[in-house]
């Protein structure tokens, strides 16, 4: 069982943390320093890698196969999230190994509440991303291109030696929509696996079965942004489409992904009561009623600036709401002191761990079950056998 950060360690965390995507080209480097390291962050992208997720066309047009957007693109021209490129027929990405935030986070800031308890997690993104969130939180990466982003070349192999030398116990692909650089994540993933290092993603969801597929031969732990329950939302407020998402998470399912689900309440936008329950029955229905789902409060950002922070009434009722429904694991974020921070057990109402925003005071599980009356709570409380 993993230790609870100090307090020390947890204010420096969240201090390194508010840090990450403040602006371009100003990342705090937080890593150990290695004779690898030798480039530091340079403007624009560094390199490119051939992706196998597309289709050739006539007329050296391809269609890429990684989102559901199925970008048709011309030579020399790339897809929606501008950091993919057709070059004379084939496609590559702009991205790999070359990402533009890299960091130490606290596992919970992804967050994840049942994986490894007060555990470091390598965390790192790249510029661009499928999706077009008005309320997107890391805006000034997502939203542009590699090619405007000052970034770092990072190969997976380096990227997994700085976690051992931070003694991460997870490599997390976050802040941005990882998948737009998958290549980059399977090659993490191979690696992290043989030296006993959790893959983890903070991930849109928004994916196509065979990518997702083949992505989960190396993915330990997924957490997936439900952003709302209508197609409606999803077009007006994110350019994409909710059925794939909800594709995606029973697809997580069947490959005994662990999954953790964030629902992001935005007054006036998807805090209906009755649309929320909807969703929770479908989340019970189709994933089980131990899917971890995390209510987290909206506050100001980048298009939706005139609206107010989520009322934490609001955030209190989705929960209860949620409970009634039958979730057994259900939190509110970014509300630290809330009850709703604390993993308690769904049988006998022990408290399992409790939480103070990112700082982790207590846990109080046995390999994985209650210390009180032995019941099995879902999750990764251990890190894998090196392969």
């Known amino acids: ?48 890698q051939p992706s196998p997720f597309f289709t050739q066309l006539p007329g050296r047009n391809i269609r890429c196969e990684l989102c559901p957007r199925l970008c048709e693109v011309g030579p020399g021209e790339r897809g929606h999230c501008g950091v993919r490129e057709n070059v004379d027929g084939r496609y590559y990405s702009l991205v790999y190994g070359n990402p533009c935030a890299v960091h130490v986070d606290p596992v919970e800031k992804k967050p ?43 190969p997976p ?39 006993g290092i959790l893959k983890v993603m903070h991930s849109n969801g928004f994916i196509n079965p065979g990518p997702l597929d083949e992505l989960c031969n190396y993915l330990d732990g997924a957490c997936i942004d439900l952003k709302g329950f209508s197609e409606d939302f999803y077009r007006d407020l994110t350019g994409g489409s909710l059925a794939p998402v909800l594709e995606t998470l029973r697809g997580l399912k069947r490959r005994r ?16 009561t009755e649309q929320i329950r909807a969703m929770c029955r479908w989340i019970k229905s189709e994933l089980g009623p131990e899917v971890p789902l995390h209510f987290t409060r909206f506050y100001p950002l980048y298009k939706l600036k005139s609206l107010p922070p989520t009322p934490v009434a609001t955030l209190e009722q989705a929960r209860k709401s949620a409970l009634e429904e039958g979730l057994q694991f259900v939190y509110i ?13 769904p049988k006998c109402a022990a408290r399992l761990i409790q939480r103070l925003g990112y700082h982790v005071e207590m846990v109080n599980l046995k390999e994985g079950r209650c210390r009180q009356c032995g019941r099995a709570i879902p999750g990764i409380w251990r890190l894998p056998r090196p392969i």
């Open 333 to 345: 974020g970014n509300v630290p002191g809330s009850a709703g921070e604390h993993t308690t057990c």
């Open 257 to 272: 992904v662990h999954t953790e689900i964030v629902n992001l309440v935005i007054p006036g936008k998807n805090d209906d």
């Open 1 to 48: 069982m993993a230790r609870s950060l100090s307090r020390r360690d947890f204010l420096k965390a969240c201090g390194q943390s508010a840090l990450v995507c403040s602006s371009l080209g100003t990342l705090v480097d937080v890593l150990a320093p290695s004779p690898s390291w030798a480039l530091g962050l340079q403007k624009g992208y560094l390199g490119r």
């Open 112 to 154: 994840f509440f049942h994986v490894l308890p007060a555990s470091r997690s390598f965390s790192l993104a790249t510029a661009g991303c499928n999706l077009n969130c008005k309320f997107c939180q890391n805006w000034e990466i997502s939203q542009t291109r590699p090619d405007d982003t000052h970034n770092y070349q990072m």
């Open 157 to 195: 192999e380096t990227v997994v030696q700085h976690a051992v030398q931070n003694q991460c116990q997870s490599i997390a692909s976050t802040y941005v929509e990882p998948t737009i650089f998958i290549e980059y994540m399977l090659d993490i993933g191979r690696l992290a696996r043989k030296q």
